[in-house]
């Protein structure tokens, strides 16, 4: 996939790519921990009552790895 957007020196392209394996594991191990907490009542001290910040966090590092080559 490829994103064009318009800079000021002119029109750039962007290339998505698919993440790598293990930046993809982190961002789905991430995610479940987090369901984890939230639905089933699993207590972890450092992400109980920031789920959601964990999940954004989750969503970044996937974004990141789509984004960003070698990541």
Same mark, same amino acid.
């Given at each position: 996939? @490829?994103?064009?957007?318009? &800079? %000021?020196? !002119? $029109?750039?392209?962007? !290339?998505?790519? &698919?993440?790598?394996?293990?930046?993809?594991?982190?961002?789905?191990?991430?995610?479940?921990?987090?369901?984890?907490?939230?639905?089933?009542?699993?207590?972890?001290?450092?992400?109980? !009552?920031? %789920?959601?910040?964990?999940?954004?966090?989750?969503?970044?590092?996937?974004?990141?790895?789509?984004? $960003? @080559?070698?990541?």
């Amino acid at each position: 996939m @490829r994103v064009r957007f318009r &800079a %000021e020196e !002119g $029109v750039h392209d962007m !290339g998505l790519k &698919a993440p790598g394996i293990v930046t993809f594991m982190l961002s789905v191990i991430l995610t479940v921990i987090v369901l984890m907490s939230k639905f089933f009542g699993a207590e972890i001290p450092w992400l109980t !009552g920031n %789920e959601s910040w964990a999940m954004l966090m989750s969503y970044a590092i996937l974004m990141l790895g789509c984004m $960003v @080559r070698g990541m």
